[in-house]
């Protein structure tokens, strides 16, 4: 029979995979636990950073419907479970790791696949989505401004035709 404690923990942890949209693995060997408040505070209030037991963690998962952590788990193993952008979660682990070398970022989880390292320091390298949403509206109010210089270019192009003409009848 399994012990109740393993069985609430795999459900715990089956719960955070399910509510979050992406999740980063980590080793977090070494660091104390302000140092490790430190990085639950720049992680932000949309995601749980919780230190997990490998194999319930790879049971957890199977039960979520995430089969991409099978054998991939080994060590101390913490994972930051992201709701929302993950933008935003993989700058902070990535900044953090930079400043404190115990933290190693593993690999990570989001929409169905398996991110290695360098695909959290991809996540980790765009810029937010507000950013993006900047950008894109900029482009796309200066082809309105394009487009309306080209719309307005022969109208007023013919009125200085028609004064043109207006003038040369008055000479």
């Known amino acids: ?11 715990e942890i089956a719960e955070l995979f399910r509510d979050s949209d992406a999740a980063v693995v980590t080793e977090y060997r070494g660091l104390s636990v302000d140092q490790l408040k430190q990085l639950r505070r720049a992680l932000g209030s949309e995601t749980t950073y919780a230190v997990v037991k490998n194999t319930l963690t790879e049971i957890a998962a199977r039960e979520a419907g995430i089969d991409v952590f099978e054998g991939q788990l080994s060590g101390p193993t913490a994972i930051a479970f992201i709701k929302g952008e993950p933008v935003e979660p993989a700058k902070a682990l990535r900044d953090f790791a930079k400043e404190h070398d115990q933290l190693v970022i593993k690999s990570g989880y989001f929409e169905g696949n398996l991110l290695s390292v360098a695909d959290v320091q991809k996540l980790a390298d765009l810029e937010s989505r507000e950013v993006l949403l900047a ?3 900029g482009a796309m109010k200066a ?25 040369k009848q008055e000479a």
């Open 135 to 137: 950008k894109a509206a």
């Open 1 to 11: 029979m399994a012990n109740p404690e393993k069985v609430d923990a795999v459900a």
């Open 143 to 167: 082809s309105m401004s394009k487009a309306a210089a080209v719309f307005q270019a022969p109208l007023s192009k013919a009125a200085r035709t028609v004064d043109a003409l207006r003038a």
